[in-house]
Nanobody, 124 residues
Framework: QVQLVESGGGLVQAGGSLRLSCAAS????????MGWFRQAPGKERDVVAA????????YYPDSVKGRFTISRDNAKNTVYLQMNSLKPEDTAVYYC?????????????????WGQGTQVTVSS
């Protein structure tokens, strides 16, 4: 079965950095677009980064543009999210997702598989 397993979350001070990883199995990873989403308590799940199947196209919302970088290693079936200059408002559970359509989409409904999430907490 398909599994997406996130790792790398934790507690960091404002201005610090974290790198999240998502290891995929059970699917042809190199054919899938990948996305990172986050959900804070009482809020909707929002995209923070997306990358196409080839890595040639990415998407970032304005809230993280210039601070977050998504990348993928198709040989390792892994997608990464480098987060720099973290802010307290970045605190959330971060989820990775895989979408067979292959394009870097900002919309959650375009993703077919989801990981269990990893907590990121940014202290002020």
């Amino acid at each position: 079965q398909v599994q997406l397993v996130e790792s790398g979350g934790g507690l960091v001070q404002a201005g610090g950095s974290l790198r999240l990883s998502c290891a995929a199995s059970g699917l042809p990873f190199s054919n899938y677009a990948m996305g990172w989403f986050r959900q804070a308590p009482g809020k909707e799940r929002d995209v923070v980064a997306a990358i196409s199947w080839s890595g040639g196209s990415t998407y970032y919302p304005d809230s993280v543009k210039g601070r977050f970088t998504i990348s993928r290693d198709n040989a390792k079936n892994t997608v990464y999210l480098q987060m720099n200059s973290l802010k307290p408002e970045d605190t959330a559970v971060y989820y990775c997702a895989a979408g067979w359509r292959g394009t870097a989409s900002r919309y959650a409904h375009n993703y077919d598989y989801w990981g269990q999430g990893t907590q990121v907490t940014v202290s002020s």
